[in-house]
Nanobody, 119 residues
Framework: QVRLVESGGGLVQPGGSLRLSCAAS????????MGWFRQAPGQERDLVAA???????NYADSVKGRFTISRGDAKNTVYLQMNSLKPEDTAVYYC?????????????WGQGTQVTVSS
């Protein structure tokens, strides 16, 4: 069952920009934070950016100053604006939602969207 849906990936030249979008299913509630992770071939899935209730954000050092995470007006939506893209940004990008129910943390993932930065 798909509970988060990403969009906005694609092919872009170095120095270009992309904006990723993610919408969480209404079945996901008590969301504490949402974020973006990425996974390159043969690599672990790593945090790119996260945003929690209240608006606090965290970024990986490799993207700070280039990427911006934000929450949309719609319920449980999140965006990732990616500027000054580099070839090393190439990866599958996954949206994540973290919830807390009865003190238990749960994590939900989207299917991923491919971002390729190449000339």
């Amino acid at each position: 069952q798909v509970r988060l849906v990403e969009s906005g990936g694609g092919l872009v030249q170095p120095g270009g920009s992309l904006r990723l979008s993610c919408a969480a299913s209404e079945s996901i509630f008590n969301v504490n934070s949402m974020g973006w992770f990425r996974q390159a071939p043969g690599q672990e899935r790593d945090l790119v950016a996260a945003i929690i209730s209240g608006g606090k954000t965290n970024y990986a050092d490799s993207v700070k100053g280039r990427f911006t995470i934000s929450r949309g007006d719609a319920k449980n939506t999140v965006y990732l604006q990616m500027n000054s893209l580099k070839p090393e940004d190439t990866a599958v990008y996954y949206c994540n939602a973290e919830t807390t129910v009865w003190g238990k943390h749960s994590y939900y993932w989207g299917q991923g969207t491919q971002v390729t930065v190449s000339s």
